[in-house]
């Protein structure tokens, strides 16, 4: 089947072409739907809106660019526990209707604990999952029932809750989830459609989806899988070692040439800041430092090459099981046409092949 290819989108220009947040900032809403407008003609699939304890608000950022787009697909991210999942359900169905059946719902329970506090939440990160496994059963019940439904759990109690609204997508709006913890992997397993994960060696992801499969299995469910990526491509190989080179650099003079000596708390910027220790390139063109750079935040594991290299080498993880990937660069804007003419043809192109030859 057909690859899902995503992008992601910020609120504000960035500061520089080695970008490695893009969430916060204020709100340029022109920017905004310029930037998700380029990702449509780009022929990306969706956008992921990212979150954080400070920037603006997804909600009223998906409605935004999807009005100003026809058909790209919203992948909104959203942290529980900040409004009670009744409320949140219909919310998500209500904005669902208003786009067309465009929505995606991304789960980000949050792996930072300092991040959390800043909106008031003191609870302990396997908590907070324990927590997100409320909310989201709470949530699937108001998108399913035909009926009003109690609810006695320990975070979550309702009383004959109900909605008079539903999802234009059926049974519900598709459930995105991330967190790979010993704590997340039961509850994204038990209720989510796609599971998305960092981009990591071939045998990483392979390993860990064997794992996530098994933990599926349990609750009778099948999950696909996306992987983000951070492609660096060029007109020939050594130009693009080159570009990438460079973004490091930036990165490196951002940062002020400060690291931290203590590891990341969340587990997935854990592995990604630790893949230096297998090499700078892995698989083929796989290129880590600067994820070691950024401490593992920021889906910054590069692929560095020409675009059909690239092409070639994100059609291995498609031939592995995996059906999407999150592709964004250092200089946002600017990269998302640049994919779009230049890397997307050949990843398409590919995948035909692969699923032709089936």
Partial sequence: MPIN???MIGVTPPAS????HI????????YISKFTQVHEASDFDAVLIGHSSSSADGFAIAQHAAYHTEKIKILLAHRPGFAAPTQAARRVATLDNLIGGRLLLHIITGGVDAD?????DYLPHDERYQRTDEYLEVMRKVWTSD???DFEGKYYQVSRAASEVVAAQSPHVPLWF?????AAIPVGAKHCDT???FGEPRKQVSELMAQLDQAAQGFGRKLKYNLSFRPIIGDTEEAAWRKAKDILAGVEAESGGRKSTKAPEAETARRLSSLIDGGEVQDERLWVPIAAAAQGSGNSTALVGTPEQVAEAITKYYDMGVSGVLIRGFDPFEDAKTYGEELIPWIRDKVRQIDAAK
């Fill in 17 to 20: 072409a080695s970008t490695v």
């Fill in 195 to 197: 599971y998305a994960l």
């Fill in 178 to 182: 991330g967190g790979i913890s010993d």
């Fill in 116 to 120: 959390q506090r800043r909106d008031g």
């Fill in 147 to 149: 009926k009003p439904f």
């Fill in 23 to 30: 969430v916060g900032g204020g709100v340029d809403a022109d």
């Fill in 5 to 7: 290819i995503l992008g």
